[in-house]
């Protein structure tokens, strides 16, 4: 079982962290990283194809089952930044909601 909130590293080396979407939520549905940390998020899903959406920091990208990608950022701001999926996964899209935390 996955825990609520993924916490990255402790300092300003790359962090790897998975995120599995899937109907409806992500799992974890918190991210927290360090402010100047270069991040890779792995993205999966094994249910339906969802969007990966974080307005803020420019990301953007379609996840479709069995299709794993990655996205990597520089979190250069510290906030907190509100994740969502950006396809219609069916009943419960618009609850598919999370944050990616920059400490």
């Known amino acids: 079982m996955l825990s609520a909130v993924l ?3 402790c300092g300003r080396e790359p962090v790897v962290l998975k995120v599995n ?5 992500f799992e974890p549905p918190v991210l927290r990283v360090k ?3 270069t991040v890779t998020l792995e993205l999966q899903t094994s249910d339906v194809r969802h969007g990966f959406l974080v307005p803020d920091l420019n990301l953007k990208q379609a996840v479709a089952p069995g ?3 990655t996205l990597t950022f ?3 701001r510290r906030g907190a930044f509100p994740m ?8 419960g899209h618009d609850e598919m909601t999370g944050t990616i935390i920059v400490e």
Do not use: E, M, T, W
């Open 21 to 25: 979407l899937k109907k409806y939520r």
């Open 67 to 69: 299709q794993p990608v």
């Open 7 to 9: 916490l990255a590293g």
């Open 84 to 91: 969502q999926c950006n396809i219609i996964c069916g009943p």
């Open 74 to 76: 520089k979190a250069d």
């Open 35 to 37: 402010r100047g940390q």
